[in-house]
Each structure stands twice: as C-alpha cells, then as structure tokens.
C-alpha cells in the first residue's frame, strides 16, 4: 500500500460518544491472533445488510499511519488530542465468515469482551467495509423477511393453535425478548424451527450464551428453565412441519444444554413425530459427547446432526469446550456412528482468524475430514473475545503464522470439493447432493 493514498481502505474510529467516523491519513488494519496488517481493497466487501458497528471499550485502535508506513496505536484523535478513541468492529450477518478482526491493543484493566464477534471494519470509496466472505447467501436469518408484526401475528395464531403447550411460550419469548431469528421463523412458518429442550449440558464452552456463572461475560439470553414434555415437543414439531415446505426442527438451540442429556423426552418426541408422519428434517445441534445416546436418537428418527468444534486437535477443543464426563474421542466416535447410519453430519466450525487459519489447525483439519464422512461445514465465526481466545488457544497449542481465512476456505473446498460449505442446516430435500 506504502504512501499512496488512492485505494486506500481508511481508519474507523469511535470516540466516547460513540460517534463513529473515519481518521484522514491512517488505514485500517486487521488483526489475525499476533498478526496486525493493512487491510487492502482484496480483503474486503460492502458491510452486508443487518450487520452492526460496534465501539469496543478499553481497548485502544491499532492504525496504520501513511506518513510514516509504521502501525501505531492511537490512544487520543491524532486531530483533536483531548478526544479519546476507541476501535470499532462489525458484528456480519449470518452466513459472512470474518476473515481478519478489527486491530486493537487492550487496556491493562481491560475484561472479557460481550459474545459477538469482531470483524475488521474500514472506509472505502464512501461505504462502510468489512473483511468477510459470503459462505451462504440463503435469507433464512434476514431481518427484512422478518417483520415485527407478522411474528406478532404468528405468536397470537400459535396461542390459539397450542395455547397449554410451554414449548411454544418459551418461543415467544425468544423471539420477542431476545429477537431470536430461529423462533421468529417458526412463528412466520419459515425454514428451521428450534426445539429448545434440555436445561443440562456437560460442557463448559468458553462463549456459551445462556450460561456464564462467574460473571465475567454477560448472557446473551437466559437458558431454558423447564423441560417441555414429548408431546409438547411433538405438537411444535408437527406443526412447523405439517405446515412449511421442506420443514427443519431443531434440537440444541442458543437458550439451552446439549440436547442428549434431555434424551428422555427428545426420543419419543422424535418417535410421536415419526408416527405421524415422514415429511420435515430432525435435526440436532449437539457437541455430539454422548455416542451412546446419539445412535438411539438415530434408531428413534433423527435426521441429521450438526457437531460443534472450535478445534480438531484435542488440546484446543478441552480450551474451549472444558469437556464434563466426556472426551474428545466420544466426539469422533458419534461422527462414525452417524456415517453407520447414513445420516447427515455438518461440523459447526468455530473459526477466528489467526487461530483458525494457522498452519497446525489447517493440517488438523484436513487429516479429520480425510478419516470422518463430513457432509457439511458450516463456517461460523466465534463469538468470543478475539485477543483473549488468541491467548487461551496459544496456551493450549502451537500457532504458527496463519495462512489466511480466505486461502484456509479456497484450500479445504478443492482438496474436499464434495463437502458443501454453508451457515444454515439443510433440509433432507437436499441430501442427495450430499450424501453419497
């Protein structure tokens, strides 16, 4: 880039106001784990429509000063010493995987970030930038097609429809309180409906949104405080089903555990459903820890299983997961029992950059898809704080300079061109191009 100024992706700083605004002379820099550089014209696309700017606090922006060619670190506006700055991140729409975060250095009092993720933000030919790809360009979370009054239309015909069943309560109040775009689909009759179920989980996830119980990251919503029952399950269930085309329920959501510790009601859920009818996808969102349970939910009618991983390498996934009463290899064994079955697997891929793209997980990541049937990868980005994940994963591993996120997705889809990439669950319909 040097000292030309044409081409260049500008700097976007916040001040305590939160006013946002872009910094005359200094270009914005993306950070991958230790990694800082300019960002380039290449790197990035139009900030996609329903992501968010955010102003992170205690933290200072690291820039890249085109009068000097150096990265600096801005603790005050280089125009207006007395005003204070702050970096500024985009947390992207569904189906945009980060491939730098925004550049900073932490304040030495500086806590745990809230649970979004920070992709890289800048200023280009009179738009806001990111750095992202588009890995699924599907509208099932876009808030355009999800009209506050038509989901409050949706609830109040679901009252009527269901008006004993606390399943569909709770619904109502993920879709009304949390503004969660799963349950304001169920209400709409669109795609996927979740199934929140299980109030347990045996794993301590770094990023869990439900449950922080040492209160250093706030909640993003409450986790689910009641077990519905079979039938209360099966009713949502057959009513999503019964009335969207090509239909997807949904066992593990954001507001609950893992839905294999709730197996108790989720089996004859799943059979209630099955005895009813063939039509619609089950599917369940699990960390996949108990195999044992997994093949008699496929025995009962599961459809298919999407397995979280931040990691395929044992160390890093301990870091993030902190496994309780399973392991690793429990994981990988439900992977083969779901291939035993023929069932479909998606891996939800945790990914930040400078972690994700070092050359150790790359390597981990390509022996695991040569030896586990993988159908899908949904790319996701991690929704933790970046330079605190960088720190727990070089603790627990060693990461190398990364290659790229961009370079990391091109290289995974021509060595494994069968697997399809995505963000959303796809419904049976579509199997027969994925499975083989």
């Not at 806001?128 to 009054?149: F, G, H, P, W, Y």
């Not at 089950?282 to 025995?299: H, Q, S, V």
Request: proline share 6%.
């Amino acid at each position: 880039m040097g000292k030309k100024k044409r081409g260049v992706v500008k700097a976007v700083v916040a001040n305590l106001q939160g006013e946002i605004f872009d910094l005359e002379g200094y270009a914005a820099v993306g950070m991958a784990g230790f990694l800082n550089r300019p960002l380039t014209e290449n790197d990035l696309i139009t900030m996609p429509y329903g992501s968010e700017l955010m102003m992170i606090p205690d933290r200072r922006p690291v820039v890249y000063n085109l009068s000097t060619d150096k990265l600096e670190t801005l603790h005050e506006n280089p125009f207006n010493p007395q005003e204070s700055l702050f970096p500024v991140s985009i947390f992207n729409s569904p189906g945009y995987v980060v491939t730098y975060n925004t550049a900073y250095e932490e304040n030495n009092d500086a806590g745990f970030l809230p649970l979004f993720s920070y992709g890289a933000a800048g200023w280009y030919q009179d738009r806001m930038v990111t750095s992202a790809i588009c890995v699924d360009k599907e509208n099932r979370q876009d808030l355009r097609m999800m009209k506050q009054e038509k989901v409050q239309e949706g609830i109040k015909k679901m009252r009527q429809k269901m008006p004993d069943n606390s399943l569909r309560a709770h619904l109502e109040t993920c879709a009304m309180d949390y503004g969660c775009p799963a349950a304001k689909n169920f209400f709409l009759g669109r795609y996927e409906a979740p199934l929140p179920t299980s109030q347990q989980c045996n794993a301590r996830c770094l990023g869990c949104i439900s449950l922080q119980p040492d209160g250093q990251i706030p909640c993003s919503q409450k986790r689910i405080s009641f077990t519905p029952t079979s039938e209360e399950i099966a009713e949502v269930a057959l009513v999503h089903i019964n009335r969207v085309k090509n239909a997807i329920v949904s066992f593990g959501q954001g507001c609950e555990g893992d839905p294999l510790l709730a197996a108790h009601v989720i089996g004859p859920a799943i059979c209630r459903i099955r005895a009813e009818t063939g039509k619609g996808t089950i599917n369940m969102n699990t960390n996949a820890g108990r195999p044992e349970i997994l093949e008699k939910m496929f025995g009962a009618g599961l459809d298919s299983i999407r397995v979280s991983m931040n990691s395929t390498r044992k160390p890093c996934y301990d870091a993030y997961f902190r496994p309780k009463g399973y392991q690793f290899s429990h994981v990988l064994e439900s992977i083969r029992i779901a291939d035993s079955f023929k069932k479909h697997v998606a891996v939800n891929y945790l990914n930040c950059p400078g972690i994700t793209d070092s050359p150790e997980e790359v390597d981990s990541l390509i022996k695991f898809l040569e030896n586990y049937k993988i159908h899908m990868i949904q790319w996701r980005n991690l929704n933790f704080d970046p330079l605190k994940y960088f720190q727990i994963m070089s603790a627990s591993a060693l990461h190398s300079r990364p290659i790229g996120m961009q370079k990391l997705i091109r290289k995974i889809g021509k060595l494994f061109p069968k697997i399809k990439f995505g963000y959303f669950n796809p419904p049976k319909e579509k199997y027969h191009f994925l499975i083989s």
